[in-house]
């Protein structure tokens, strides 16, 4: 970390991303395990980070004609997003850009979360969408069940989903509970 440091970082926020990762092996060091896998990571984000502005820089300063494509991809993608925490995504994506599985995974979170405000076309969300949901929490359910959406856990948005709609036919008196019905007895 310190050989990292001393060669000049210079992406947003690298005191912070730097000192969370000494934070990190340092408490791995003292717990006598060595660096830990979430150290390492967080190690190889940084790195991340910083080539990912390196890039930007050369750019700008004409040194490489054009940007990394993937750089390029996640750009022309930002420029195209609405929803308020992008930039943040952006900077995430950046430290996934020498990862390229996180860094397309990160891309279609980007893509998910833009479809929850605008075009809710998605087949999913459309069936979220489809039930007019009234029992008393069913604004947090929908919040999860966007959540499972957005992070492409399909199996876990349908259960949420099968679990509101169980909880509305209950509250709408079409659905008996069986451990209700065992307690009542």
């Known amino acids: ?21 000494e934070r990190l092996i340092l408490s791995f060091l003292s717990s006598g395990s060595g660096v830990g896998r979430l150290a390492r990571v967080a190690l190889d984000r940084v790195k991340s980070r910083q080539l990912a502005a390196e890039q930007r820089e050369a750019v700008s300063r004409g040194e490489i004609p054009v940007l990394d494509p993937r750089l390029r991809r996640l750009d022309t993608l930002v420029d195209t997003l609405t929803y308020p925490d992008r930039e943040q995504d952006k900077k995430d994506a950046e430290a996934l ?15 998910r979360k833009q479809k929850l405000l605008t075009g809710r076309s998605d087949p999913l969300l459309v069936e979220l969408d489809a039930v007019g949901f009234t029992y008393d929490g069913w604004e947090w359910d929908k919040t999860c069940a966007e959540a499972h959406f957005v992070a492409q856990r399909v199996n876990l948005f349908h259960v949420v989903l099968a679990r509101m709609k169980r909880k509305q036919m209950h509250k709408a008196g079409r659905l008996a509970d069986p451990l209700l019905i065992e307690l009542a007895a």
Do not use: N, S, Y
Not at 10 to 16: G, N
């Open 1 to 21: 970390l310190a050989a990292i440091v001393a060669g000049g970082l210079t992406f947003d926020d690298w005191r912070r991303h730097a000192a969370e990762c």
């Open 97 to 111: 850009f020498t990862d390229p599985t996180g860094f397309d995974e990160q891309l279609v979170k980007m893509i």
